[in-house]
């Protein structure tokens, strides 16, 4: 069975610092690789019949207002394929990603609270591509010609969403706690869920140890 993993972007791959990664003249130095991912991506690499995607929710493209003029959706695609360069020249390969620069009502709501302004354009409610929606997987799937039922799907991320979206997949959701996991109460749910789903929940150190768990799991299975 094919193994597709999907990796979060911001706060999983890259330091997430709150800038809207793009959104800035000088945002390639901002690109920051965690530690323990380019560890890890090559410790996956060597798996045989498994894949690797970069699966994104980009709101900040839906953000109007001076402070994200520059990132539009081409400005999404343009980081996306950088740090998939970055990642590919340390030997860390990634076969493709997904980004979905849209938000929901919910998001709308908030963001009206601190004072951002949302374009229109990218409101989408319950859009199949918005995380913790599913689309995107079914999305990389499909660029190797398989349903999401004949993979085995590993889904890793800082957010309860990504584990969230793992499970919704039919597959395990990873959680790689950083700043933001911790500061968002997101850990503490992840705990919850994880008490009825067991085995299909990992809460993992870093980045690394996720890799680990998952080829440790794939050995047990082969
Ligand atoms: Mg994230």
């Known amino acids: 069975m094919t193994t597709l993993v999907c990796l979060d972007r911001d706060g999983t791959i ?7 990664l793009g959104s800035s003249l000088n945002w390639k130095q901002q690109v920051k690789i965690l530690e323990g991912v380019v560890d890890g991506i090559k410790l996956l690499n060597n798996i045989s019949d498994l894949e690797i995607f970069i699966i994104t929710n980009q709101s900040g493209v839906a953000l109007k207002g001076s402070k994200f003029e520059l990132l539009n959706e081409k400005r999404m695609h343009e980081v996306n394929e950088y740090i998939i360069n970055l990642l590919e020249r340390q030997g860390a390969k990634i076969r493709g990603y997904f980004s979905c620069p849209y938000v929901d009502n919910k998001y709308l709501e908030k963001a009206k609270k601190i004072g951002r302004e949302i374009n229109p354009d990218y409101i989408k409610d319950k859009h199949p591509d918005l995380k913790p929606n599913i689309g995107m997987i079914i999305k990389a799937a499909e660029t190797i010609e398989k349903k999401i039922e004949e993979c ?4 890793i991320g800082d957010r309860y969403t990504d584990v969230e979206m793992g499970l919704k997949a039919g597959g395990t959701g990873i959680l790689v706690p950083g700043k933001k ?7 503490a749910r992840v705990k919850e869920i994880q008490e009825i789903y067991k085995q299909r929940v990992y809460i993992a150190k870093d980045f690394l140890d996720a890799a680990t768990y998952i080829t440790n799991k794939l050995l047990s299975l082969s």
């Open 181 to 187: 996991t911790r500061e968002l109460g997101d850990e």
């Open 14 to 20: 890259n330091k997430d610092e709150d800038y809207f």
């Open 152 to 155: 085995n799907i590993y889904n």
